[in-house]
């Protein structure tokens, strides 16, 4: 069993879901983590505010820098992730199909560096 | 080592290293442990058949000799708390013995090489690589890069099926057709690269065609309602078929419209044809099936003069609307110049940006030369000599030059 990070990625500046689609998007996406618990994929899951409320913090001659996020000057940011198990690759690309249809976002399947005990 | 003992080694190698790493890729789980234990199973072969002799059966022989390497050396990695080694250790202890298992081992590495979520350059190099046993000096000029970037491409694949987890198995019903079309080109690239090497004396490298033809072969028994399987397997068939009359006794080529068509294979003829008719009545026509049906008017001419030029230029169009690339262009320019003179061939060779592609310049050559536009010709063989190490194709450019 390996371990796989579903990053959801959202892209700024994109026309915001209307208040019923985001209703129907929070639906789909508890449905899915039903569906992972249940089948046992489910380790961990959340969604994150938008990337402007993000601090990112560095270290500067043994000091902690704080300054004004995000790290990464894109337009494409981490809006959520889900971490699974799953078998292998293609059954983590099956998952990931469905998560990507239930919060209606692309969706990057990343490796975990250690498999699990 | 005697001449004949080192041939056989290079003999083997060539013939059995895709076989055995795949076997290996099978019984440990892990390709890189499965590539090394094989090429340290020949390196020791070319000493050890030095003198034993060649075995009776050379592939099993290596196939047995890389799985004691590969456990002797997981053995004593595992031994270090090393969790990769004792992975694969588990691996080949669960019950997976034999050695080969239906399906064919090659065809689940393949199936691993052409997944989807490496890029195409990826699948076809590690194919190559892998199944093919191609160095990857030869990988590189295939594809007109320089070697490191290919080591470098080949080394990433590598890593990303083993970190990310993409399984060895041929894929279940319902993905599986979703799956076919990045193996049937890497299953054609291996052909070709058979067909035509990239470098050496020998313009045939037999086992590769026989390793593409094989491999179409078994997706068709695996898959035989895809159209597209089956249209690989006639355009590989139906060029197999030239091969007795493409090159002289001496090594060099003969041009298709050269050939002795006596010397064609008829069985492979006749056997792609009705692969053709197969696909035909299907009415689900692909890139792969119109090159066959191309191939097919071709072999249908008793003599080069009785070419139906029309029927093949049509054929190109509907290949050119479904695959529009430019080397399919260059390859429809040829008919063009048939059809309606080599002038309109030579202003749509000219629109076309193939700088890097050996057969872009030859058939800019050949055009010029029939446009009596000697000079300009001559530069063009030049320009194409500048482009392959094939040494029949270097003769044949030659040859083309001193003739003008």
Request: glycine share 6%.
């Amino acid at each position: 069993m390996k371990q796989y990070l579903l990053a959801v990625h959202m892209v700024e500046g994109e026309a915001q879901p209307s208040p019923e689609e985001m209703q129907q998007a929070y639906k789909q996406v508890d449905a899915f983590n039903t569906e992972l618990q249940s089948a046992g994929a489910w380790v961990f899951a959340g969604g994150l505010h938008p990337p402007a409320t993000a601090t990112v913090v560095r270290l500067r001659d043994g000091k902690a820098v704080t300054t004004d996020g995000p790290f990464a000057e894109t337009k494409e940011q981490l809006g959520g992730f889900w971490i699974i198990n799953a078998a292998d690759l293609d059954s983590a690309l099956e998952l990931a199909a469905k998560g990507s249809a239930a919060c209606g976002a692309p969706v990057e399947v990343r490796p975990f560096q250690e498999a699990p005990e | 080592m005697a001449d004949a003992d080192k041939a056989a080694v290079e003999r083997t190698f060539r013939q059995e290293s895709g076989r055995a790493v795949a076997t290996l890729a099978r019984l440990f789980g892990d390709i890189d442990i499965a590539e090394e234990a094989v090429q340290e199973a020949f390196v020791t072969a070319t000493v050890r058949w030095r003198h034993a002799g060649v075995p009776a059966n050379p592939g099993g022989w290596i196939v047995t000799t890389a799985r004691h390497k590969a456990l002797d050396r997981l053995r004593r990695e595992a031994s270090r708390h090393d969790r990769q080694a004792q992975a694969a250790l588990l691996h080949a202890g669960s019950d997976r013995a034999g050695p080969e298992q239906l399906p064919d081992d090659r065809l689940r590495l393949i199936f691993t090489c052409c997944h989807p979520a490496l890029s195409q350059e990826a699948q076809v190099a590690l194919t190559l690589r892998l199944i093919a046993g191609l160095e990857t000096t030869e990988i590189a000029r295939a594809f007109l890069v320089p070697e490191a970037t290919m080591a470098q491409r080949l080394v990433r694949a590598k890593h990303k099926i083993r970190h990310a987890g993409i399984p060895y198995r041929v894929p279940r019903h319902p993905e599986l057709p979703s799956r076919i079309p990045p193996v049937l080109a890497v299953v054609y690239l291996v052909f070709n690269e058979g067909y035509t090497a990239s470098a050496g004396d020998e313009l045939v490298r037999s086992e590769l065609c026989a390793e593409g033809l094989r491999l179409a072969r078994l997706l068709a028994a695996l898959m035989p309602g895809e159209p597209e399987v089956l249209g690989l397997l006639a355009l590989l068939v139906l060029t197999d078929a030239h091969r007795p009359a493409r090159t002289r006794s001496d090594g060099s080529l003969v041009l298709l419209a050269e050939q002795d068509r006596t010397k064609w294979d008829r069985a492979l003829i006749d056997e792609g044809h009705e692969l053709v008719r197969t696909c035909l009545g299907r009415n689900r026509p692909g890139p792969y099936q119109l090159q066959a049906a191309l191939n097919a008017v071709h072999t249908d001419a008793a003599q080069a003069s009785e070419t139906d030029w029309g029927q093949i230029l049509a054929l190109y169009d509907q290949l050119l609307a479904l695959a529009p690339t430019p080397v399919v262009a260059l390859n429809r320019s040829v008919a063009v110049a048939e059809v309606h003179g080599p002038a309109e061939a030579l202003l749509l060779v000219d629109r076309l940006h193939l700088e890097g592609y050996y057969l872009f310049h030859a058939t800019r050559a050949d055009l010029l030369r029939r446009l009596g536009r000697r000079e300009e010709a001559a530069a063009a063989y030049r320009a194409a000599l500048d482009r392959t190490a094939n040494t029949a194709e270097r003769a044949f450019l030659e040859g083309r030059v001193e003739a003008l």
